[in-house]
Structures are given as C-alpha cells and as structure tokens.
C-alpha cells in the first residue's frame, strides 16, 4: 500500500510580522508568562525531546509569520510533487528549529529548494514574486481554520471507509497504529 502525503496550510501565529522577533523571547512572553524557569523547563523538555529523535533544537532565530514558506511549498507541491515538498518541509524544519534560521525569508526558502532539488532561476523567480498565488494560500489557511484546524500538525489518514485523524504531535506508535488501521479497513 503507498501513502502519500499532502501538506495543507495552516498558520499557528498568523499575526505574526515578517520581519518577527526573538524566538526565545517571544516564547518567554507569550507562552510561559515572561518565566525564566518556565522557559527553562520548556527547553530542556523540548531538548529531550527532540534528541530521542535525532533533532537538535535550539532557541535562538526569530518567530515570524510563516505566510510565505507554505505559499512556497504550496507552489511546488502542486508543480514538482508530494516528494519535491516533504524536502521542503523538512529542510524548513531542520532551518528554523535546528539552525535558527527565520521561517519565511528568502534565504532560507531558497536553501530550502535547492535542497528539494529546485532548479535556482525557477525557484528565485517564484519566491521573489512574494504575491504569486498568495490569495490562493490565504484562502486554503481560513478553509483549513473553518475545518476546525486549531493545532500542528493535524493530520488525516484517508481510508476507504473512514478517515482517521490525529492532532497535536504524537508518539511515532501511534502514527504506526493509524497507518496499520487505515491498512486493515482497505484489505
């Protein structure tokens, strides 16, 4: 059985600007009530967290709004296939989470396609035109928020008779658990 998988947008901070602020500080604000042993806490929880997983966070970079990085995986998604944007994604991902890298800038979405195999003039040409397909993202952002979407990563296994849906990040045995289910129902 072959699984495919499709990103949808959705923006947890969408009043975020562009140009953001400090992670570590924006988190302290605006998650942990400005606490430095709250913020702590969080960090080391996220640390062990991420190493059992081979990711390596780090605190630092900026938290800005993200408008743009899924207008570019939308894009390629859509042109180049559900491969060409899982390496967006994950490069995305080890930039912001790992490298302190801004999520939505142009260098780091550059990086990010040529990382996904995107050849520069094509990719340069997409990312800088920053209206290109915007009205079309803006509108999957709300439908994804009209569908009750509220949290990442949202996640929706299509199966022949039912889906199965999981929200909020998980266990890798329970994403095993609803491939295996979606599996059985289709045999």
């Known amino acids: 059985m072959t699984f495919t998988v499709t990103y949808k947008p959705y923006q947890l901070f969408p009043e975020a600007s562009q140009e953001g602020e400090g ?9 942990y009530d400005e ?3 709250k913020m702590q806490m969080y960090m080391a929880l996220m640390t062990a967290y991420g190493r059992s997983e081979g990711i390596e966070y780090k605190f630092g970079g900026t938290v800005a709004n993200t408008l743009q990085a899924h207008r570019v995986v939308q894009h390629f998604q859509e042109s180049k296939g559900p491969e060409v944007a899982d390496s967006l994604v994950n490069s995305l991902y ?3 989470f790992e490298e302190e890298k801004h999520p939505s800038s142009t ?11 995107i050849e520069e003039k094509e990719a340069k040409a997409f990312i800088e ?3 290109e397909e915007l009205m079309d ?15 990442v990563p949202y996640i929706i296994f299509e199966g022949k008779r039912r889906d199965l849906t999981l929200v909020g990040c998980k266990e890798v045995v329970e994403y095993e658990k609803a491939l295996q289910q979606i599996i059985k129902e289709c045999q």
């Open 137 to 151: 993202v803006k509108m999957a952002v709300r439908e994804q928020a009209s569908n009750g979407v509220d949290s």
């Open 94 to 96: 080890r930039q912001y």
């Open 107 to 117: 260098e780091t979405l550059l990086v990010a396609a040529a990382e996904a195999g």
């Open 23 to 31: 992670k570590y500080e924006w988190y302290k604000r605006a998650k």
């Open 35 to 37: 606490s430095e042993e």
């Open 129 to 131: 035109d920053k209206d």
